[in-house]
């Protein structure tokens, strides 16, 4: 199959690179071209900006950073849908908004095009070893044709309903991690002053009550001191934006939620943006250097 893929960030590198290693033909584009340098010498083909990807592909995959992104990147008047012929299909795999998601069914079915809103959990590990939990919204016509693909990215993989659900299912994910990773930190932070070895600590942790892929992953990160992205703290601000958006407009409260949020806009004014989502660790033990 002919797929373009637009994005090829910490996520959407590997994901791609899993469908060029299944033996479909990929056409790809970034923003920077280098970051599509590993996917161009296993075969894929660069094109120079959206309209081209899906001139010259019959599914066209987007993960980009955020909803303004998506609308310019598929809805813009040099992106994907104005340049889509009947019978293609658009699958979007950013987090992003249910409505646009909805808005970008709804004008690709105008114009005889599929489109599915796939948003993915699991991290760069996730990515790399193909693992990924892939939530979709759409409809299931598509989804069973696009599942193949599905399944060369992801272990996980539910069609959750119509246009709009594969992304309330990932806000309902980012509302779970945000207060567990506070958990995470804490737990963590606690054990280092009291002289414990974080590693020791998450071996036992991990496999109880306790446990979570936050602990037992972004835990052992934090343990290692490694803050390298799996995915960034400026787009766990935007989900949690999202979430929070939606949950005002369903009159619904999430004050766990306003607490994370709140300590991960610290995170960006401490300057940590561009860190993992487990960054989180150096503004609680900000919080409590000892002078």
Known sequence: MKIGWIGTGVMGRSMCLHLIKAGHEAYVYNRTKEKAAD??????????????????????FTIVGYPKDVEETILGPNGVLANCSEGKTIVDMTTSKPQLAEKIHADAAAKGVDALDAPVSGG???ARNASLAIMVGGEKEVFDRVLPLFEAMGKTIQLMGGPGTGQHTKMSNQILIAGTMIGVVESLLYSYRAGMDLDEVIDVIGSGAAGSWSINNLGRRIAQKDFDPGFFIKHFVKDMGIALEEARRMNLALPGLSLANQF???????????????????VFENMNTQN
Request: negative net charge; charged residues 20%.
């Open 124 to 126: 760069d590990l996730g």
């Open 264 to 282: 991960y806009i610290s995170a960006m004014a401490m300057g940590y943006e561009n860190l993992g989502t487990q960054a989180l660790y150096k």
């Open 39 to 60: 996917l161009i010498e296993a075969g894929a083909v660069w094109c120079d900006n959206p309209a081209e990807v899906a001139s010259k592909t019959d599914t066209i």
